[in-house]
């Protein structure tokens, strides 16, 4: 099991665009219609089973956000800085 990290060592590892919040570190994603976001959230879908860490995905008209944390460290590990430096390398692609 990953260790948890410092608020600064979170501070310096989160990709831009993320923020933390509390235990969770948290990004919201625009789109121009409902449809692509729906296939940007089977896509993360698809990196967290293959990571097999499980960020929380919320479907909005036009936007996506994710929640990123390690239920079983208790608060936010390496394991959720890497799938959201993976979530952005897809989301650039
Ligand atoms: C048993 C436990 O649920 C599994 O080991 C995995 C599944 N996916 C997970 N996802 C997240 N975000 N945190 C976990 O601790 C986690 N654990």
Redesign the pocket.
Known sequence: MADLLSDDEIDAQLPDEWTQEGDEIVRTYEFDDYLRGVNFAQMVGEIAEAQ????EIVIRYEEVEIR??????GGITDDDIEMAELIESERSD
């Open positions: 097999f860490h499980h960020p990123l944390t390690s239920h079983e460290a």
